[in-house]
C-alpha cells in the first residue's frame, strides 16, 4: 500500500497548495473568503483518518460482494447513522438553517417534509428489501421478472438518479469551499473528486459506511452543541429565543408562522409525494439495506436513521433562530460591508457557519467548515458507489457478461467508480455558475417515479409483469424529466424563458409522473398475457415466502 | 428445503400471519402519512391556525409545538412498529418455520 500513502501526500500537498494559490488570489470575487486556516488543517486531520481507515478496510474488501456491501456485517445502530449520514448532506444542514434564518417557521415545513419517506420506508419496504436483494434493488426488483430488461431500466434510472443528484452536490461542494476555505473552485472540485474515489476504489462499502458514519456523528455533535450554546443564551427558554427573534427580525411576528412557501395545494401535496417516496427510491439509500446481515437489523436501521435525521432537524430549528438572534444584531462581523441591506457573507446559506463563529469562536468555525467538507465528499461517496453497483453488477454481471467472476465484476466497478469519479468532476466544473437548486427535487422526483412504483408493484402486486415493470419504470422517469423541465423551476429559471411562461403550473411533477407510472405498470401487466407473464405471475407464492420470511434470503456473506 | 417452502405456504396459519402483519403495516403507513399531510393541508388551506399564539403575551405560534410534535410522532411510530415486528412478529415467524422444518 506504498502507493496508497503516496496519494495521501500528494492529497495534501494539493490542498495546502490550493488554499495557498487563494490566498495569493484578488479578491474581486465576493463570494470567496480569506483562506481558513483552522478549517483547512481540521478538514486534512478528517481525511487523514478516513483514509487510514480506508485503507483498512481495503484488507477486508476482496469479493465483489465485499465491495457492495462490506460483507453484509454492519449492525443496524451502526447502518442507522450511515443512512443518517447519507441523508443529512450539506444541503439540508445549510439550506434548512439558512430557510430558517430567512423566514422562520416555513424552514420547519421543509424539514418535515424531508422526514416523512422514513416511516413508508420502514413500514413497507425495509425487511422485504433485505430478504430479496443481495448487492442492489434491482436484485429485488428482479427477482421473479426476466433479468435483461428489468435490471437496464434499474440501471438506467438509478444512473439518471445518481447523475442529478451528484450534481448538486459537486456544484454545492465548490461553492462552499470557496467560501469557507478560500479555495479555489476547481481545486475543491478536483480534491473531492480524488479523495471520494480513494475511498470508494479502496474500501468500496465498508469505507463508505464508515466515513459517513464518523462524518454524522461530527455532524450531529456539532449540531447539538450550537443548538445548546443558542438555548444557553436564553436560559434554555425556545419562548425568550422566538421573542427575541421576532424582535431583531426584519419579518418580526410573520417568522412564526407560514409564510408563502407552499403557494398551492396540488402542489404542496406533490412534493410531498415526491419526499415521501422518493426516499425509498434513492439508490444509495437502498443499496444500504444489503450491508445489515438481516431484516431485523435492516429495521433497526432505519429505527436509528429516522430518529437521527428527526433530531437533527429539530437543531437546525433552533440553529436557525439562533443565527437571527446572534448574527442580525452584529451585522459588522457577519455582513457584507458590515451593512444588513447587502445580506450574509457568502450568501444565505452561511447561516450556520457564522453562526458556529459567534457561539464558538475561530475553532469551531474551523470544526464545523471541515464537517461541511466532510458531509458533501461522503455523500458522493455513496453516490458514486451506487452508481457504479448499477453498471458493475446490474449492467455488467447480469446481462452483458453473464456468468463473469467476481472478480471480474470487482475489476469493472473499480472500473466505473473511475470514470464516475472523472465525470461528476467534470460536470461540477462545468455546472459551476448554472442554477442546480432544482436538481436534488428532481432526483427525488424522478425516484418516487420510477424505481419507486417498479420496486413496490413486483414485491406487493401478485399480477405484475416485467413488461408492466419495464414500460411503467420508463413511463414515469420520462414524464419526471420532462414535466420538470416544463416547470417554473427549470423553464423559467434556468433556461432563461420569460417570467410566467412555464407550461407546467406546478413545483413538483411527482403527483402525475408518479400515478402515470403506477397507472401505466397496472395497465400494462393486466394486458400482459404471454407465457412469460403467466411464469412471472405463478412464481410470485415463493418470492412472497422469502420476502415475508427470510427463508432463503441472501446472508451475510462475512469471511 | 422445497417440502418446507411447501408447507409453510400451505399452512393457514402463515397466511393468516403476512395477512396481519402487512393490514398492521399498511395502517401504520397511513396513520404516518395522515399525520403530515394533515400538517401541509394546515399550512396551505389554515394558515390563521398555526399563526395563533400558544397564549397570552407568549410570542410562540402553535405552529411550533405541532411541527415538532408530527417529527417525533414519526419517530415514535417508526420505533413501534420496529419494537413489534423484532419480538412479536419474529418470534411468530420463527415457530412457523421450525413447524414446517419438522
Known sequence: MNKFTQIIAGLLAMAVAGGAIAAGADLGQTAKQATNWTAIVMFAIFVGGTLYITKWAASQTKSAADFYTGGGGITGFQNGLAIAGDYMSAASFLGISGLVFANGFDGLIFSIGWLVGWPVITFLMAERLRNLGKFTFADVASYRFAQTPVRIFAASASLVIVAFYMIAQMVGAGQLIKVLFGMEYMYAEILVGIVMMMYVLFGGMTATTWVQIIKACMLLAGATFMAVSVLLQFGLSPEALFTKAVEVHSKHDALMSPGALIKDPISAISVGMALMFGTAGLPHILMRFFTVPNAKEARKSVAWATTWIGYFYILTFIIGFGAITNLIQNPGDFYVGGELAKGLKGGGNMAAVHLAKAVGGDLFLGFISAVAFATILAVVAGLTLSGASAVSHDLYASVFAKGCTSEQELRVSKITTVCLGVLAVVLGIA????????????????????????????????????????????????????????????????????????????????????????????????????????????????????????????????? | MQDTLDRITANPKFLEFVAMRSTYSIIMAIVSAAAYYGFILLVAFNKEFLAQKIGEGYTMSIGVPIGVSVIVFTILLTWIYVRRANTEFDAINEALIKEAQK
Request: aromatic share 12%; hydrophobic share 50%; net charge neutral.
Open chain 1, 431 to 559: 455546472f459551476e455558475k448554472e442554477n442546480v437548486a432544482y436538481m436534488v427535487m428532481l432526483a427525488f422526483v424522478i425516484a418516487c417515479s420510477s424505481n419507486f412504483p417498479v420496486l413496490f408493484m413486483s414485491v406487493l402486486w401478485k399480477n405484475c409483469t416485467t413488461r408492466g415493470a419495464v414500460v411503467g419504470g420508463f413511463v414515469g422517469l420520462a414524464s419526471a424529466v420532462v414535466l420538470t423541465v416544463g416547470s417554473a423551476s427549470v423553464w423559467e429559471a434556468v433556461m432563461g424563458n420569460p417570467k410566467g411562461s412555464a407550461w407546467f403550473p406546478y413545483n413538483s411533477a411527482a403527483i402525475f409522473s408518479m400515478s402515470a407510472a403506477f397507472f401505466t405498470i397496472w395497465l400494462v401487466s393486466i394486458l400482459d398475457n404471454s407465457a412469460q407473464a403467466q411464469k412471472e405471475r405463478a412464481l410470485y407464492p415463493s418470492q412472497q415466502l422469502r420476502s415475508e420470511t427470510g427463508l432463503g434470503a441472501s446472508g451475510a456473506s462475512g469471511h
